[in-house]
């Protein structure tokens, strides 16, 4: 049965959820606050999981001709023990991850949105919601309601506005370490283009560099690169300018000289931050939460794209398979449980050892995470949990089941 639902945020899970919605009949109405949608940060990496989605939209050639593959991690100290090594080849001969600029991604799902011809309602920030007879209104911060619909889906990301009034919330705790990302031009040397790399040294600092393709507009390859920075101390870094942390990161990692070579102000970096957000209940009348503003975890383990296009194709598939919206709803916090909860409990337990003050936790890491990525049954847990095919601590999808689900055989390498 065909349902009016308005989705809130025009990000990559409401972009995605919308998409799946209106393939299935709904009437679909987009809310985003901004006057122009857009993306937020620099880039991200699509696991298969994310990929598959992305395919059933049939939206996955424009972000494989965007994105870059990425088939290696690799991580070590800047003194030179390695912390992990690890290969997509663990997971499935044939699948890999895809490191692809946000902008890329989301031009990707935002001109299908428009091709569908929905109705997207700009320069409008819902603050409030209400149930009115058996319907829900949504109200902007102005107090005006904006329409009443069958069914409400928050996709407003990590600072959802509704999420706060649900009465659900378990957990929201920012992080005290964010990052500050860039995009730089490849240099085509020292870095190989399917590899994420990363050096450390203790949990205080980390560096990245994330090959992530093409920009919108640009034909140029890329890279995201990150630095880890506690966000107290972001206010001091942009005072003190450029030149001397540059020499620092130079200090830690000398190839990254011809990337950070390419930021000329402090502005040329953006600077993101992190909280850790878990609900008792995503879902209450004709009103769910999906993505970042169900259950935003750190960056750790880059599955946030991924929960959030699982999310939307999830909510899609039990709306269909439940007639009623409330049956549909429930279905859908059943089905994403598993799963998200370990990614969020994971994310947690991980963070301190590569984000945090915490030198037991660094000590701890350099002297077992290399040894347990040399252990077939921890590295193949390890491969399951990034290449987000995990379901809980003992289960996990079957990577073979993606594979066909997106079949990889037939893309060029």
């Known amino acids: ?32 606050r901004f006057d122009t949608p857009s993306p937020v940060g620099a880039g991200l990496l ?57 902008g890329a991604l989301f031009e990707a ?36 309601v904006q329409g009443a619909f069958d069914l409400v889906i928050d996709a407003s990301g990590a600072q959802s506005s509704l999420r706060s009034g649900h009465g659900q919330m378990k957990y929201n705790k920012p992080y005290p370490y964010g990052a500050v990302w860039g ?22 600092v980390m560096i990245g560099a994330l090959p992530i393709g093409k920009r919108p507009g640009d034909g140029r390859e890329t890279l995201a690169f990150f630095w880890s920075l506690p966000a107290e101390s972001y206010p001091a870094w942009r005072e003190a300018g450029l ?8 200090a830690y990692w000398p190839e990254m000289l011809p990337l950070v070579a390419q930021f000329n102000t402090v502005d040329d970096l953006t600077f993101a931050r992190y909280s850790d957000v878990m609900m008792r209940q995503w879902h209450g009348d004709r009103l769910v939460f999906i993505g970042d503003a ?27 398979e439940n007639k009623d919206v409330q049956a549909g709803l429930a279905a859908y916090s059943a089905v994403r449980k598993s799963q998200t909860t370990f990614y969020q409990v994971a994310s947690r337990w991980l963070t301190p050892f590569f984000q945090s003050d915490n030198k037991a936790a660094a000590w701890l890491r350099d002297m077992t995470f290399s040894t347990m990525c040399k252990t077939p049954y921890v590295r193949a847990q390890m491969m399951r949990t990034l290449g987000g095919v995990k379901t809980g601590i003992f289960t996990h999808m079957n990577p073979g089941d993606i594979h066909r689900d997106y079949d990889v055989r037939r893309r060029k390498p």
């Not at 091709?115 to 919601?129: E, H, L």
């Not at 030149?243 to 130079?250: C, D, F, I, S, T």
Request: aromatic letters at 4%; charged letters at 20%.
């Open 46 to 102: 699509l696991q298969p999981t994310g990929l598959a989605c992305l395919a059933a939209l049939g939206l996955d050639a424009a972000v494989l001709a965007a994105g870059a593959r990425v088939r290696h991690l690799y991580g070590r100290t800047a003194k030179g023990r390695t912390i992990f090594d690890i290969s997509y080849q663990n997971l499935h001969p044939s699948l890999f991850g895809l490191g692809i600029h946000r």
């Open 183 to 204: 995009v730089c031009q490849d240099p085509g040397q020292s870095f190989g283009r399917d590899v994420l790399q990363q050096r450390y040294d203790g949990a205080g």
């Open 294 to 320: 169900a259950h935003c975890t750190s960056p750790q383990l880059g599955q946030g794209a991924n929960l959030g296009l699982m999310d939307a194709r999830a909510i899609a598939d039990c709306l269909r």
């Open 109 to 144: 799902l935002h001109d299908a949105v428009v091709q569908q011809g929905m109705k997207i309602v700009t320069g409008c920030n819902i603050a409030d919601t209400r149930i009115v007879g058996d319907r829900r209104e949504i109200m902007d911060k102005t107090g005006v």
């Open 1 to 32: 049965m065909p349902h009016e639902i308005a989705i809130i945020g025009c990000g990559t899970a409401g972009l995605a959820a919308a998409l799946f919605l209106v393939r299935d009949g709904h009437q679909v109405t987009l809310f985003e």
């Open 243 to 250: 030149e001397a942390w540059r020499q620092k990161v130079v």
